[in-house]
């Protein structure tokens, strides 16, 4: 049975460069612990050449002109981590999480969904390349060769069943100490700490002796005869041996990776323009859209969380954006705002939602830089976190016979840049509501659903063709305060004063059709309608007069056209 | 020197006059053969260029005669949604502007929302952009309109706040003039919103109607709009399955627009009075109040179409729109 491993060197750099990718050409240095005592904790090749190595004080590693420092980032290393589960899983549903820097998959039976085990392992180091990974790929017939393979050899390897002593023959035997070596420089709690140190403190009593035996390699240890390697190091040594061969077999321990797509960026300096932001943001959306992509999944809602410097004229209150009425048009809104503290620093949160499910960095960049330019987030920004909630791809079966309609990834960048235009709320699909109130509608978000062909067919009535049109009224908006004269409580002249041509004598008139409603609210309304028509010069048109009789004016309220 | 490169089998030996010169002409339609025949490509060759009449001739070749020029194809014309309409100009033509004007009260929205309810009924998505945000949801809903379809966009936000602001100080008088209706400052920002909103919906394709409605703009401000941005809105258009419909007072498109429609004054039938209502007379038609407006006839008049390639001639229609009530 198949199985490879995708190992990542050097991971608290390789999350680095993960998030900052300009930097791998330049000499760089993680560190870490309690300022003044922080100690240079990884580097890079480069940052090894020009003398910096782990340990080093920050003091003395900041004497180096050349060198980029960067505080470790678990937020980062972590995103890391679930991207290379990520890699993992779209080639097989059976992946172990060996350590954080490293995975294995069960390939039984891909090789009929994605070719030959070459062609899977330079797939698999192409996808993790795509994710912003540096890894090392190996395919080995049982998982420990392939881990050893993958921590030994860089770039792509492939052992042949049968052949695993001869391939990992030239490794050190230092490698099959490297993961408790890895494990141990993670962290947790104190326990914990204490057995890794113990356990460090045996592997260098292994290594020290077999280093006193004169073997340096795992073909030296493969050769050592087992019966005379048990009298001196025990089950332990027999087991060093059984992996040195490649002959050790285990089953996999496959764990289900949970779908949480996140990316964060802790920002040396902060933020105050939106296009240093938006250069951000485009690098977090390629990096989530690429995971979601590795999984066969899209997204329909973006969460943006950015953590703002604490500044003296910030309001510290809970503070919602939106718009300040309209609480049921708010529900249905695609974005949505939160603004408050946590401890001594403020969030901002923006959400974006999708109707459909979409996958598109480019798109969601530019739907966040409307919106953040329609809402700002009123102070720099020291902190980015994005996450998106997975959706199942949507399934659309085009017809034949089925008229155009805009493409959902088109028309939603299209609503976006006209609601910054017009208003957020001024431009969607409406929705009358179940009230004779006047302007008794909303505003919903406009999606352009295809109906299936059956639908189709029910909707379309030839009759409707031949009734006769229905009139239509203008409104206008604000309805237009008008004087009018009555005679014997009808209208007889209507004067406007803000709109010229409304205003004449009343040449017909039908009327009033009296409403009311929403008495026990403060919003009650009473009203006496009527239909006239008014003589202006030559021309005759029709108006709809209101009687408000609650407040007691009069108003042209819209135009029969 | 220069040359020119045609098909040998296209060229034929035919003469027309060109500023009094006898100027040879060459054809570069591909004969029968080349189209169904044989199945090889053309030969060409390069004819030579020695003396300067030669040239002249060999530049002009690329030049094809007005009366030659492919015709254009006629576009697909779909319904109004209204008969007597359809009867006149033969519908909407896709993938061309269409003007629609007219006075208040002539029936230009009666008419936009009947073809935005047939081009619903067609499963097509429709756009309205509405520069002084005029629609009235109701009518919407009873001309027929789906409403999941259509696009609203409703330029000019000064009018929003003015509303929230009467219903918060609970209806001051003052309100309604401090911000009275599209004033000229706001005309101005709602057209230029328009234009833009325009500009995107074209760019975003896909919609089968898309109207701009400019209706309640003031001449002045309405004809501020380049004749270039008509030509722009024209061009992006074309070719697509789009109707750009435009609703105005008086037509400013000019020659961009393929279809011209002015709608005239309306008449009015009133339940109960229609004898007395053939034409609106103030002496006559003095109905009582408790008189149902019932139906509106409307007057069409095609000003200018391009559909059909007879002289231009205005011809007319009428007919009659129903209230919602009216059942």
């Given at each position: 049975?198949?199985?490879?491993?995708?190992?990542?060197?050097?991971?608290?750099?390789?999350?680095?460069?993960?998030?900052?990718?300009?930097?791998?050409?330049?000499?760089?240095?993680?560190?870490?612990?309690?300022?003044?005592?922080?100690?240079?904790?990884?580097?890079?090749?480069?940052?090894?050449?020009?003398?910096?190595?782990?340990?080093?004080?920050k003091a003395?590693?900041?004497?180096?002109?050349?060198?980029?420092?960067?505080?470790?980032?678990?937020?980062?290393?972590?995103a890391t981590h679930a991207a290379l589960l990520d890699c993992a899983q779209s080639f097989s549903p059976c992946v172990e999480e060996a350590a954080a820097d490293t995975a294995i998959l069960d390939l039984a039976g891909m090789e009929s969904l994605?070719?030959?085990?070459?062609?899977?392992?330079?797939?698999?180091?192409?996808?993790?390349?795509?994710?912003?990974?540096?890894?090392?790929?190996?395919?080995?017939?049982?998982?420990?060769?392939?881990?050893?393979?993958?921590?030994?050899?860089?770039?792509v390897t492939l052992i042949p069943y049968g052949k695993e002593t001869e391939c990992l023959g030239p490794l050190p035997v230092e490698v099959l100490f490297a993961d408790q070596?890895?494990?141990?420089?993670?962290?947790?709690?104190?326990?914990?700490?204490?057995?890794?140190?113990?356990?460090?403190?045996?592997?260098?009593?292994?290594?020290?002796?077999?280093?006193?035996?004169?073997?340096?390699?795992?073909?030296?240890?493969?050769?050592?005869?087992?019966?005379?390697?048990?009298?001196?190091?025990?089950?332990?040594?027999?087991?060093?041996?059984?992996?040195?061969?490649?002959?050790?077999?285990?089953t996999l321990v496959p764990i289900q990776a949970p779908a949480v797509f996140e990316e964060a960026i802790e920002l040396e300096f902060p933020i105050v323009l939106l296009e240093p932001l938006a250069f951000l943001l485009n690098r977090l959306l390629d990096q989530i859209c690429a995971r979601l992509s590795a999984r066969a999944l899209h997204t329909q809602e973006l969460r943006l969380t950015l953590e703002l410097q604490n500044l003296a004229g910030i309001n510290p209150e809970l503070e919602t954006f939106g718009i300040p009425s309209e609480s049921d048009e708010a529900a249905d809104l695609q974005s949505r705002a939160q603004h408050f503290v946590s401890g001594r620093q403020s969030k901002f949160c923006r959400t974006l939602r999708l109707p459909l499910p979409m996958l598109d960095p480019k798109l969601f960049l530019k739907l966040?830089?409307?919106?953040?330019?329609?809402?700002?987030?009123?102070?720099?920004?020291?902190?980015?976190?994005?996450?998106?909630?997975?959706?199942?791809?949507?399934?659309?079966?085009?017809?034949?016979?089925?008229?155009?309609?805009?493409?959902?990834?088109?028309?939603?960048?299209?609503?976006?840049?006209?609601?910054?235009?017009?208003?957020?709320?001024?431009?969607?699909?409406?929705?009358?509501?179940?009230?004779?109130?006047?302007e008794s509608f909303r505003m919903r978000h406009f999606v352009a659903k295809t109906a299936p062909p059956d639908k189709l067919r029910k909707t379309s009535e030839p009759a409707?063709?031949?009734?006769?049109?229905?009139?239509?009224?203008?409104?206008?908006?604000?309805?237009?305060?008008?004087?009018?004269t009555l005679e014997n409580g009808e209208p007889l002249r209507v004067n406007c004063s803000k709109k010229k041509e409304v205003q004449g004598n009343v040449l017909w008139k039908a009327g009033p059709w009296r409403s009311s409603g929403d008495w026990w609210e403060r919003k009650a309304w009473a009203r006496d309608e009527w239909d006239i028509a008014l003589q202006n010069r030559d021309e005759v048109a029709l108006y709809r007069l209101v009687h408000d009789l609650l407040g007691g004016g009069w108003f042209v309220e819209g135009t029969y056209d | 020197m220069s040359s020119a490169v045609v098909p040998t089998s296209a060229a034929q030996d035919r003469h027309f006059a060109f500023d009094g010169e006898d100027v040879a002409e060459v054809c570069l339609q591909p004969s029968r053969a080349e189209l169904f025949g044989n199945g090889r490509p053309p030969q060409r060759v390069i004819l030579p260029s020695s003396s300067e009449a030669f040239s002249t001739d060999a530049r002009l070749a690329s030049v094809a005669p007005a009366s030659r020029l492919a015709v254009r194809p006629a576009p697909e014309m779909v319904s109004s949604g209204i008969a007597a309409m359809d009867a006149l100009t033969g519908g909407l033509p896709r993938g061309c502007l269409t003007e629609i004007c007219g006075p208040a009260s002539s029936g230009r929205t009666t008419l936009l929302l009947s073809a935005v309810a047939a081009a619903t009924r067609r499963r097509e998505f429709c756009a309205l952009v509405d520069a002084s945000d005029t629609l009235d949801p109701q009518s919407a809903a009873a001309a027929g309109i789906?409403?999941?379809?259509?696009?609203?966009?409703?330029?000019?936000?000064?009018?929003?706040?003015?509303?929230?602001?009467?219903?918060?100080?609970?209806?001051?008088?003052?309100?309604?003039?401090?911000?009275?209706?599209?004033?000229n400052g706001h005309a101005e920002q709602s057209l230029e919103q328009l234009l833009r909103v325009a500009d995107l919906l074209l760019e975003s394709g896909g919609f089968g109607l898309i109207v701009l409605d400019l209706g309640d703009l003031p001449p002045q401000t309405a004809r501020r709009i380049p004749l270039t941005t008509w030509f722009r809105f024209r061009r992006a258009v074309e070719h697509t399955p789009t109707i750009l419909l435009a609703i105005e007072r008086q037509s400013i498109a000019g020659s961009c627009s393929s279809l011209l429609l002015k709608l005239g004054s309306i008449k009015m039938g009133l339940a109960g009075n229609r004898a007395c209502n053939q034409r609106m007379d103030l002496q006559c038609v003095m109905p009582t109040h408790m008189q149902l407006l019932t139906e509106l006839e409307i007057t069409v008049e095609v000003v200018r179409s391009r559909m059909d390639r007879k002289p231009v001639r205005s011809v007319g229609t009428t007919f009659s729109s129903k209230t919602a009530w009216a059942g």
């Open positions: 049975m198949p199985f490879a491993c995708i190992f990542v060197p050097n991971f608290p750099v390789a999350a680095i460069f993960r998030a900052e990718p300009e930097l791998r050409a330049h000499a760089v240095a993680i560190f870490e612990g309690r300022p003044p005592l922080e100690k240079v904790f990884a580097v890079n090749e480069n940052a090894s050449r020009v003398g910096i190595s782990p340990g080093m004080t003395q590693a900041e004497l180096c002109s050349e060198l980029t420092l960067r505080p470790r980032s678990p937020l980062q290393e972590s994605f070719g030959t085990l070459p062609e899977i392992a330079r797939n698999l180091f192409r996808c993790s390349a795509d994710l912003g990974i540096d890894g090392n790929v190996a395919v080995a017939s049982n998982p420990d060769a392939a881990v050893l393979a993958a921590r030994g050899f860089s770039g070596a890895g494990s141990a420089s993670k962290g947790g709690s104190h326990k914990k700490d204490k057995e890794k140190i113990s356990g460090l403190r045996k592997e260098n009593e292994f290594l020290e002796t077999l280093d006193r035996w004169g073997v340096r390699n795992l073909q030296a240890l493969a050769a050592l005869p087992e019966i005379a390697l048990s009298e001196r190091l025990g089950q332990e040594g027999l087991r060093l041996q059984q992996l040195a061969r490649g002959a050790a077999s285990r966040l830089q409307l919106d953040l330019n329609a809402h700002p987030p009123g102070a720099p920004i020291i902190k980015i976190h994005l996450i998106a909630e997975p959706a199942r791809p949507r399934s659309a079966q085009g017809g034949l016979f089925l008229p155009p309609s805009p493409e959902p990834e088109k028309l939603e960048l299209t609503l976006a840049r006209i609601a910054g235009l017009v208003g957020e709320f001024r431009v969607g699909s409406l929705e009358l509501l179940d009230t004779h109130s006047p409707e063709e031949e009734k006769s049109p229905v009139a239509a009224l203008r409104m206008f908006r604000p309805p237009l305060r008008a004087s009018v | 789906e409403l999941e379809r259509f696009l609203w966009v409703r330029c000019g936000e000064h009018s929003d706040h003015a509303r929230h602001r009467h219903a918060e100080h609970d209806r001051v008088e003052h309100d309604y003039f401090e911000h009275g209706y599209v004033e």
